[in-house]
């Protein structure tokens, strides 16, 4: 199965554990996701994020509606923690989020390694694309919250 890595940065001026904490909850995934995906937690509240536990999404991607499932697999605040998809569209999707501290700010990256069926002509005609949108949303609404 080819994997394919999604790799991001950028720098927020708050202090890593700020920027941690908007992390820790997982609702907060909810502003950082583009409304066109219809994205919401359905996870009862709260959720108390730690390695193990699992959150329920349900998002719609192309006309379909879609459920995920997530572990978390590492949680290191205010450093990094890692998700893995359980269940979903994809047959591999392992993202590692880091926040270190950098010029009196955070430099966040989010490094994503996934696989899905169709390889790379998927990823080529469709999935790198919304991929990209998916993230470039997500830092530009990180930017409105914690300003920079």
């Known amino acids: 199965m080819p994997a394919f ?3 991001t940065e950028h720098w927020l001026p708050r202090q890593p554990e700020d920027v941690f904490d908007f992390y820790a909850d997982a609702f907060n995934l909810e502003q950082l996701t583009p409304p066109w995906l ?3 937690v359905v996870s009862a509240a709260p959720v108390t994020m730690q390695p193990g536990v699992e959150i329920d999404y349900r998002l719609r991607l192309h006309g379909v509606t879609l459920k995920w499932r997530s572990r978390i697999t ?11 998809q359980v269940r979903g569209p994809y047959q591999q999707w392992v993202h590692e989020h ?5 010029e ?4 966040v990256r989010d490094l994503v390694q996934y696989a899905m069926l169709g390889g790379w002509l998927a990823d080529r ?7 990209r949108r998916i993230f470039a949303y997500r830092q530009q609404r990180l930017a ?3 300003g920079g």
């Open 125 to 131: 005609l469709l999935v790198r694309r919304d991929l």
């Open 38 to 40: 219809r994205f919401e």
């Open 144 to 146: 409105e919250i914690f």
């Open 5 to 7: 890595t999604l790799d």
């Open 74 to 84: 590492v949680w290191d605040p205010p450093h990094r923690f890692v998700d893995e």
């Open 98 to 102: 880091t926040f270190t501290a950098h």
């Open 104 to 107: 009196g700010g955070t430099h």
